[in-house]
């Protein structure tokens, strides 16, 4: 910015320059506005290019440049809402938009404008405490930058932004704000350490929890399987045992002589092989009452299976007459013989059992 031309230069803030003479013929630089007094009265601004000027009666007074300038703020102090003393420092950004206001309603609008910037800034910190200062440094150049327009509309200058560069606190807080950051970042280390051992005993326990259950869950897979493996067993040895008794009753049907033969052997060697096992696991001995008699008891084994026999024979000869009869009756008769012959099976089955059992028992 640039005083009235003649004489000392008034003292200011800003250092001022020598204005340009009236040589009739001007050429105006871009970006910059002269403006022209006639006989001590303004008369027009001069844009840039060309400008013809009236010797004697024209006069350059006033050099303003549109560009847009940046002025430091010095370091000054503010006590914020927490009665803490801050030194502060900023940079302003403004620009001239109307030079005539610029020129004619304040002597310097630089200078005028910094003051302003420093005491719209104290009056901003003081309405904040020293933890919100340090936050909402943003929200604080914003609301500087604001209240500077709002004041300076009638200088024709506008506040484009403020920033603030540097803010110093006095020793002792910054000492007691690092012991405050060094207890939080404490605070915080414990807190995450607690919580990594309470996950990690969470996590041990889940796990001990789902081994449990699959530990349980397999030994009742095993338990079922065990069961069901048992159960197949026991159904294979009885359908093994009822086709054993059925090949035996086929036999004797057929081959009676030889059959009965066959089984009076079988009898004596399981009758011979109990006996010689009486006395292995104790030491307790039975001695069947008739020990010297071996072929009485197998005549009396054969004479059960001669009465099945003899069952068996009439039951041929009965469905030998019913064939007879007819078609109808045939069918009939057949489904009755398969389940007689089914029950003599079983009977059969049964008086096997229970000759070894009794055998084994002696």
């Known amino acids: ?12 803030y800003f250092r001022r320059e020598r204005l340009p003479a009236n040589t009739i013929i001007r050429f105006v630089p871009q970006q910059q506005a002269w403006l022209v007094e006639r006989m001590g009265k303004f008369h027009r601004i001069l844009q840039p290019g060309l400008a013809i000027l009236v010797p004697i009666i024209d006069k350059i007074q006033y050099v303003k440049s549109l560009k847009e300038v940046a002025i430091e703020i010095p370091s000054q102090s503010a006590i914020t809402a927490d009665n803490v003393t801050l030194d ?39 309405q904040l405490s020293l933890d919100h200062v340090l936050k909402e440094r943003a929200a604080l150049n914003v609301n500087i930058t604001k209240a500077i327009n709002e004041a300076a509309e009638d200088w024709g200058v506008k506040c484009l932004r403020y920033e603030i560069r540097d803010i110093h606190a006095p020793e002792p807080v910054l000492q007691a ?28 326990a889940e796990g001990k929890k789902i081994s449990v259950i ?18 197949e067993a026991i159904r294979l040895k009885a359908e093994a ?28 060697e399981r009758y011979v092989d109990a006996f010689g096992k009486l006395a292995k696991e104790t030491n307790s001995i039975i001695v069947p009452a008739q020990l010297g008699d ?9 004479g059960i299976y001669g009465k099945i026999s003899e069952t068996q024979a009439k039951t041929q000869k009965q469905l030998g007459q019913r064939l007879e009869e007819g078609q109808k009756e045939d069918q009939q008769q ?11 099976t079983d009977e059969a089955a049964q008086i096997l059992n229970q000759f070894d059992k009794s055998t084994s028992e002696r």
Do not use: W
């Open 214 to 231: 699959l530990a349980s869950e397999a030994k009742k897979m095993e338990q079922i399987n065990a069961a069901l493996g048992e159960a």
């Open 294 to 302: 071996l072929g009485g008891m197998i005549a009396g084994a054969m």
């Open 88 to 126: 502060l420092d900023g940079i302003l950004y403004i620009r001239i938009f109307d030079a005539y206001k610029a020129s004619y309603g304040v002597e310097d609008a630089e200078y005028a404008i910094s003051q302003l910037a420093q005491t719209t800034m104290r009056s901003e910190i003081g």
């Open 1 to 12: 910015m640039f005083g009235p031309g003649g004489g000392v230069p008034p003292s200011t």
């Open 334 to 344: 057949q489904q009755e013989q398969q389940q007689q012959e089914q029950q003599k």
């Open 177 to 204: 704000m690092h012991r405050q950051v060094s207890a939080e970042r404490s605070k915080r280390a414990e807190i995450l350490d607690s919580e990594g051992h309470r996950q990690s005993a969470i996590n041990i």
């Open 241 to 268: 045992t009822a086709t054993g008794i059925a090949a035996v009753a086929k036999t004797l049907k057929d081959n009676k002589a030889a059959g009965q033969g066959a089984v009076s052997l079988s009898v004596a």
